[in-house]
């Protein structure tokens, strides 16, 4: 590999490790600090590392890698995501900053609904605590399967070489600074991913004498004629597997988490500005990468074995070392954003709801942070070992995963911040209920998670989720668990 690149990625890795550092140095005297941050982030980092940490190795591999080989119909999945962010900063992100805080400090999402329904505190929490930690070893594999991916195909590595040195940088900033060490690399990870995605589909269109948007549209329709049609060719089940990822933000810990620490409620209009501005910019970016990428790919003769690795072939073949050393660095980026913070979320609820909850409920801040670093290590060794198949589908694992929390937790936190109704015997229900569907649905192999025949698991688990909330609520006596707060 040239020089030019190894310099780009060495500053990249130093930059990281030395934001870990400074967290280190800033933020981990108490458990709050090291899982919250203190509560304490500015809005524009708190909305870009939720940004960063919600898209992960996924759109920059598994995105335009799905656009490149079905075409733009493929789309949807970025709409349906763009809405549901819309409607989680609107309806979930004030609410869930000023309850968290309210209902006994709240570090962890198990910790708030344990405090939002105290009559079964003590079983929701260790049940939604077990069910964030087997999704989350499932979605960190994905991310690290990207990262084996990119030393795979653009270093020439051993896979399992890259998977491990992904994971290795990842766990030394996040064991080290935590929570503000995961925010701020998240925040530089977000500028870079999306400065990549505005340099590539530029690039692509203008290299090579420049056959720019009209040449590139007559050659994929020319591929075929539905390749550019958002309509043509998709069936209802397809459209609404593909928009219903939008379901899925409701319900994703590492990203509402960091709902929980922006500086203030009051600042949440103002996060949720620069978090969309960026997630359109960075759609539409990856968007035009695998449908860009094809047109080339296919005026300059390539074949591409794995259509998710478009992206490193692009960065390899049309830029300048050190730049192709910074797209690579985006690519880690994308990977490292959400690996750390769904890291740092398992051993959250691992220490919080787990370890303090149910076996020692006065430890030391001091052990409650040491317990934190072992739990981040021990999660990130289980992600390792589901990731040694060089073969996994990155968008394929994320899709899974996404749907798992999307149903089991989605439903749950909506009705939690706003129905005074729930009772928590109909959370416990909703939670259970949502987990279990989907694996069902995956293991009986219904699920389509894109323009397929079936129907991605996380509507039915969505669905289901929600009846058993509001009908086993309805169903058991009112305890009174909801309270009422006077607005921050």
Same mark, same amino acid.
């Given at each position: 590999?040239?020089?030019?690149?190894?310099?780009?990625?060495?500053?990249?890795?130093?930059?990281?490790?030395?934001?870990?550092?400074?967290?280190?140095?800033?933020?981990?005297?108490?458990?709050?600090?090291?899982?919250?941050?203190?509560?304490?982030?500015?809005?524009?980092?708190?909305?870009?590392?939720?940004?960063?940490?919600?898209?992960?190795?996924?759109?920059?591999?598994?995105?335009?890698?799905?656009?490149?080989?079905?075409?733009?119909?493929?789309?949807?999945?970025?709409?349906?995501?763009?809405?549901?962010?819309?409607?989680?900063?609107?309806?979930?992100?004030?609410?869930l900053r000023q309850q968290t805080e309210q209902y006994d400090n709240s570090l962890t999402i198990p910790g708030f609904l344990g405090n939002r329904f105290p009559s079964t505190a003590r079983l929701l929490r260790i049940v939604s605590a077990v069910v964030i930690v087997v999704f989350f070893a499932v979605y960190?594999?994905?991310?690290?399967?990207?990262?084996?991916?990119?030393?795979?195909?653009?270093?020439?590595?051993?896979?399992?070489?890259?998977?491990m040195l992904t994971l290795g940088i990842v766990l030394i900033y996040t064991v080290m600074g935590g929570f503000l060490a995961v925010s701020l690399t998240d925040f530089v990870q977000g500028i870079i991913m999306m400065l990549a995605l505005i340099i590539m589909p530029i690039v692509v269109l203008t290299t090579?004498?420049?056959?720019?948007?009209?040449?590139?549209?007559?050659?994929?329709?020319?591929?075929?004629?539905?390749?550019?049609?958002?309509?043509?060719?998709?069936?209802?089940?397809?459209?609404?597997?593909?928009?219903?990822?939008?379901?899925?933000?409701?319900?994703?810990?590492?990203?509402?988490?960091?709902?929980?620490?922006?500086?203030?409620?009051?600042?949440?209009?103002?996060?949720?500005?620069?978090?969309?501005?960026?997630?359109? $910019?960075?759609?539409?970016? /990856?968007? +035009?990468?695998?449908? *860009? #990428?094809? %047109?080339?790919?296919?005026?300059?003769? &390539?074949?591409?074995?794995?259509?998710e690795t478009i992206f490193i072939i692009l960065a390899n073949l049309l830029f300048h070392p050190l730049v192709t050393g910074f797209l690579y660095a985006a690519l880690l980026a994308a990977i490292m954003s959400t690996v750390s913070s769904q890291l740092l979320v398992a051993s959250s609820s691992l220490t919080?709801?787990?370890?303090?909850?149910?076996?020692?409920?006065?430890?030391?801040?001091?052990?409650?942070?040491?317990?934190?670093?072992?739990?981040?290590?021990?999660?990130?060794?289980?992600?390792?070992?589901?990731?040694?198949?060089?073969?996994?589908? $990155?968008?394929?694992?994320? /899709?899974? +995963?996404?749907?798992? *929390? #999307?149903? %089991?937790?989605?439903?749950?936190?909506? &009705?939690?911040?706003?129905?005074?109704?729930?009772?928590?015997?109909?959370?416990?229900?909703?939670?259970?209920?949502?987990?279990?569907?989907?694996?069902?649905?995956?293991?009986?192999?219904?699920?389509?998670?894109?323009?397929?025949?079936?129907?991605?698991?996380?509507?039915?688990?969505?669905?289901?989720?929600?009846?058993?909330?509001?009908?086993?609520?309805?169903?058991?006596?009112?305890?009174?668990?909801?309270?009422?707060?006077?607005?921050?």
């Amino acid at each position: 590999m040239q020089p030019g690149i190894w310099f780009s990625l060495a500053a990249y890795f130093l930059l990281m490790l030395a934001i870990g550092v400074y967290a280190w140095m800033k933020s981990t005297s108490s458990s709050e600090e090291y899982m919250l941050g203190g509560r304490n982030l500015p809005p524009a980092v708190a909305a870009l590392s939720a940004g960063a940490s919600d898209m992960s190795g996924w759109l920059l591999l598994g995105l335009p890698g799905a656009l490149f080989v079905s075409g733009l119909a493929q789309s949807w999945i970025g709409i349906g995501l763009f809405v549901g962010a819309w409607i989680n900063w609107i309806v979930v992100a004030p609410r869930l900053r000023q309850q968290t805080e309210q209902y006994d400090n709240s570090l962890t999402i198990p910790g708030f609904l344990g405090n939002r329904f105290p009559s079964t505190a003590r079983l929701l929490r260790i049940v939604s605590a077990v069910v964030i930690v087997v999704f989350f070893a499932v979605y960190t594999a994905s991310g690290l399967v990207g990262g084996g991916k990119l030393f795979a195909s653009a270093f020439g590595s051993n896979y399992m070489v890259g998977v491990m040195l992904t994971l290795g940088i990842v766990l030394i900033y996040t064991v080290m600074g935590g929570f503000l060490a995961v925010s701020l690399t998240d925040f530089v990870q977000g500028i870079i991913m999306m400065l990549a995605l505005i340099i590539m589909p530029i690039v692509v269109l203008t290299t090579d004498g420049g056959n720019g948007v009209g040449q590139a549209a007559e050659r994929l329709t020319a591929i075929d004629p539905n390749f550019l049609s958002l309509f043509t060719g998709v069936t209802f089940l397809g459209w609404l597997s593909t928009v219903a990822w939008g379901l899925g933000y409701f319900g994703q810990p590492h990203i509402i988490v960091r709902f929980m620490a922006v500086r203030s409620v009051a600042d949440v209009p103002k996060a949720r500005n620069i978090g969309m501005s960026w997630m359109a $910019v960075s759609l539409i970016g /990856a968007i +035009a990468v695998g449908i *860009f #990428g094809r %047109a080339y790919a296919e005026r300059m003769g &390539l074949e591409v074995a794995d259509p998710e690795t478009i992206f490193i072939i692009l960065a390899n073949l049309l830029f300048h070392p050190l730049v192709t050393g910074f797209l690579y660095a985006a690519l880690l980026a994308a990977i490292m954003s959400t690996v750390s913070s769904q890291l740092l979320v398992a051993s959250s609820s691992l220490t919080e709801d787990i370890y303090r909850a149910a076996f020692k409920r006065h430890a030391s801040e001091r052990e409650l942070v040491n317990i934190g670093r072992l739990a981040v290590l021990a999660v990130g060794i289980v992600a390792m070992t589901i990731a040694n198949n060089p073969d996994s589908q $990155v968008l394929g694992l994320v /899709a899974n +995963a996404w749907a798992g *929390f #999307g149903a %089991a937790f989605g439903p749950l936190i909506i &009705l939690s911040l706003t129905w005074k109704r729930m009772t928590g015997a109909g959370a416990v229900a909703g939670l259970v209920t949502g987990a279990v569907v989907v694996i069902a649905w995956i293991a009986l192999g219904l699920s389509s998670s894109f323009m397929g025949q079936g129907l991605y698991e996380i509507v039915p688990g969505f669905v289901a989720a929600w009846i058993a909330i509001v009908a086993v609520s309805l169903a058991t006596p009112d305890r009174g668990e909801y309270r009422t707060f006077k607005t921050a």
